[in-house]
């Protein structure tokens, strides 16, 4: 439950970041916790560079990028994944598609410093929204889903991933059906 209210506050925070971020000055009042990040080309790097790994299924890249420590979070309620099942899962995914890209991405990062009420969302974060497509081995089906991801960088590692998409869609692409129950 303490992980769900954490990321429903990162959520908040990312929210109320972007909408202070509209063509004001430099400190608003209320956001002072809150600055852009001087490390946003690197960081967009590093992430890519993972997720370029990840798509690959490519172990040595993941644990490149991916710090010791690494924690993935989502899509989903009380979702969680240490480094290792992460790599796995994305070997996995790797054996089943392929030609896995990200399109149309937007990135957007800033730091948090906040010391009273958010001190487990401090650091660097990096938030992307764009397009996954990947082509399912088997069928030769292209799949498209829209991410939202969110990385807390530090130092060149991504220590922290947060994933939302839409999973439904996702499973329909795959052929999955959605059964009401009878009742």
């Not at 439950?1 to 608003?28: D, G, R, W, Y």
């Not at 993935?72 to 392929?98: C, K, L, M």
């Not at 991405?105 to 010391?115: E, L, M, P």
């Amino acid at each position: 439950m303490k992980k769900k209210i954490n990321h429903l506050k990162l959520l908040f925070a990312i929210t109320a970041f972007f909408v202070s971020c509209q063509s004001q000055p430099e400190q608003i009042p209320g956001y002072e916790k809150f600055s852009l990040n001087p490390n946003f080309e690197a960081d967009v790097q590093t992430v890519n560079s993972m997720l370029t790994a990840c798509f690959a299924g490519d172990v040595a890249g993941m644990e490149t990028w991916m710090h010791p420590h690494y924690m993935s979070y989502g899509p989903g309620h009380n979702r969680e994944e240490t480094r290792q099942e992460t790599i796995d899962g994305w070997v996995n995914f790797a054996r089943r598609f392929e030609n896995t890209q990200l399109a149309n991405a937007t990135y957007y990062s800033f730091i948090i410093d906040d010391k009273d009420d958010l001190p487990e969302l401090n650091g660097a974060w990096l938030v992307l929204w764009g397009n996954v497509i990947f082509t399912e081995r088997m069928s030769g089906s292209e799949i498209h889903s829209r991410v939202h991801l969110a990385f807390r960088v530090n130092n060149g590692k991504v220590e922290e991933g947060n994933l939302y998409y839409d999973n439904l869609s996702l499973n329909e692409q795959l052929g999955w059906k959605l059964v009401p129950p009878e009742n």
